[in-house]
Nanobody
């Protein structure tokens, strides 16, 4: 089992930037793809971005493509989400999660588990 702790959220004006971090402990971090998801009030949790275990492959939701960048540092057991050009519709609790199966890059919400506690991102207009 892996434990995940997300941080870096906050209040920012539209057009601003934030960098989220997710620190992992427990099972071998470098063997698992990682993902970022978000959940706005009254809405279902949705996929934001994912990165393969090596960091060589990434993919994004269309709504954040070109604005957000996911990266990882396996030496630090940490995955990041750099968020630029933030919009009010990006307001949500952001969660990191690990793929349930090693050496797989999951593409669905159900492929991921070991959810962190979430960090609030609020973008004001």
């Amino acid at each position: 089992q892996v434990q995940l702790v997300a941080s870096g959220g906050g209040l920012v004006q539209a057009g601003g930037s934030l960098r989220l971090s997710c620190a992992a402990s427990g099972r071998t971090f470098s063997s698992y793809a990682m993902g970022w998801f978000r959940q706005a009030p009254g809405k279902e949790r949705e996929f934001v971005a994912a990165i393969s275990w090596s960091g060589g492959d990434t993919y994004y939701a269309d709504s954040v493509k070109g604005r957000f960048t996911i990266s990882r540092d396996n030496a630090k057991n940490t995955v990041y989400l750099q968020m630029n050009s933030l919009k009010p519709e990006d307001t949500a609790v952001y969660y990191c999660a690990a793929d349930k199966i090693p050496y797989r890059l999951g593409s669905r919400l159900g492929d991921f588990g070991s959810w962190g506690q979430g960090t609030q991102v609020t973008v004001s207009s």
